[in-house]
């Protein structure tokens, strides 16, 4: 069996809330770090990003995952999985409210009901998707 492994991200943040601005980064993997400010939360942005959009991203991946895993314990590997995940955010509401996934993939043999039962499936067992159901959450000071 695989050992637990820790993956790792790391956010830095300066000013206020709604002037300010930081930056998100990978640290594990070291491949991307991200810029983030208020207003990508609330606007669509080019060049900044926002938590629920890499919330979205890992969201979308794991699923794929899990998904590509599902279909290929069954017999039924399959071509492409393409999935999109849109988190909304409204803030009068407080907070994240909804996330809807879209997927598209292309399985040969598989009918589209067998498709649809599995990709419900992989919605509700991703690691990213069970997470987000209740996690327990530890605070370390340094």
């Known amino acids: ?69 599902g279909l290929a314990e069954d017999g039924h590997p399959a071509t492409a999985l393409d999935a999109r995940a849109a988190v909304t955010f409204d803030l009068a509401k407080g907070g994240i409210t909804q996330i809807t996934l879209t997927i598209h993939g292309d399985v040969p043999g598989l009918t589209a009901d067998e498709f649809r039962e599995k990709a419900r499936w992989a919605k509700d067992t991703c690691p990213v998707s069970t997470a987000l159901k209740s996690v327990p959450k530890e605070l370390r000071f340094e």
Not at 22 to 49: H, I, M, P, Q, Y
């Open 1 to 69: 069996m695989p050992k637990p492994s820790v993956s790792e991200a790391a956010a830095h943040w300066e000013g206020t809330l709604f002037e300010g601005s930081g930056s998100a980064s990978l640290e594990t993997s070291k491949v991307a770090t991200f810029d983030t400010n208020w207003k990508a939360r609330t606007e669509a942005g080019a060049g900044t990003t926002n938590p629920e959009e890499l919330l979205g991203a890992a969201l979308a991946s794991c699923y794929t995952m899990q998904l590509a895993n």
